[in-house]
């Protein structure tokens, strides 16, 4: 009797069959949710849009449920619930694939760091990171690349193309360990022959006077009730602004290290608004199992995020107009 109930115990914990689920259907499901269409699904993983069409009616018959709404009163079309709850399972799913795939190509070549960073602080962070790298490793090989947009290091990370990113902190969920490098705040550059660079005070964007803002960054400016804020420069990268202020096109809203501390051009003020600072973060993927120790890559942000606040985030430093007794600006 006891053996019968043996097998019934085992007969009820036997896993039921998989439905057959393939990764070219979760492929499909996530291109459709990203683009908002089966054109542009196509055309993102490289397809017909009649195969799209054709992986999710596959999905849908494995799955017995309708994932996406095609009706013509669900232009573009749309996720039924039960399409995203499935997609919330296939991000998951797929970023172990793509993990998986990064640590078996990797596995066929010589250790080599893949390192990014957002342009605003590779100036700063990426140098002292290569010098700690030679100094740690030094018969391995790093690459490394510079993005404007923290957005794409983020999903070059979480692929598996990067092991790790200088960037700031990822706003959506994913597969992410993030270890906190420096907190950098916003600063208002103006030419170093304005009005307001004469005044040397912290500056709110509503005081500006003819002074335009050309450019915001990355940072959120709340709505200040003033027609100053041109945004038409609004994704340019923050080098470029500064150009666009030496030539008295206007003031920036530009991240502090984006300033050389020798740039005698532009002086870089204090702002009055409740701009929130950016946080700067390495960021890793989870699963993934690099061929270089993780624990290394820790120790890389706090040294870096260091040695950086020592270098360049004393009160004394020239190009930033502090009040006494005000905080520095960079902080780890």
């Not at 995203?84 to 760091?113: K, N, Q, W």
Request: one cysteine or more; aromatic letters at 4%; a positive charge.
């Amino acid at each position: 009797m006891a053996s019968g109930a043996g097998s019934g115990d085992r007969a009820l914990l036997k896993p039921a069959r998989p439905i057959g689920l393939q990764v070219k259907h979760l492929e499909a499901l996530m291109a459709i949710a990203v683009e908002g269409s089966f054109g542009a699904a196509a055309r993102r993983l490289g397809y017909t849009q009649s195969a799209v069409s054709q992986q999710i009616a596959a999905l849908e018959r494995l799955v017995g449920q309708r994932l996406v709404d095609r009706s013509k009163s669900a232009e573009p079309p749309r996720l039924t619930p039960a399409g995203r709850l499935l997609l919330e399972h296939a991000e998951t799913i797929m970023s172990v694939v793509y993990a998986a795939e990064a640590d078996l190509v990797a596995s066929r070549r010589p250790p080599c760091l893949r390192l990014g960073a957002i342009r605003s602080v590779a100036a700063v962070l990426l140098p002292a990171a290569l010098k700690r790298f030679r100094e740690s490793y030094p018969e391995e090989s790093i690459e490394f690349l510079e993005r404007a947009s923290s957005d794409e290091l983020v999903e070059l990370v979480e692929r598996g193309a990067l092991d790790a990113a200088f960037a700031a902190r990822p706003t959506a969920a994913g597969p992410f360990d993030v270890h906190l490098v420096l907190t950098q705040r916003f600063v208002v550059a103006v030419p170093a022959d304005s009005e307001p660079a004469r005044k040397g005070i912290p500056i709110a964007i509503r005081e500006l006077g003819s002074l335009p803002l050309i450019g915001t960054g990355e940072a959120h400016v709340p709505d200040t009730g003033t027609n100053n804020v041109r945004s038409g420069f609004k994704e340019v990268d923050s080098r470029t602004l500064l150009a666009f202020v030496r030539a008295g096109l206007g003031a920036a809203l530009v991240p502090e290290l984006a300033i050389e501390s020798d740039d005698r051009s532009v002086v870089a003020l204090p702002v009055a608004d409740a701009v929130a600072p950016q946080q700067v973060v390495l960021v890793t993927h989870r699963p993934r199992r690099t061929q270089l120790p993780l624990e290394w890559l820790e120790d890389l942000a706090r040294t870096v995020g260091r040695d950086l606040v020592r270098s360049r985030g004393a009160p004394s430093s020239p190009r930033v107009r502090r009040r006494r007794g005000q905080t520095p600006l960079v902080q780890a």
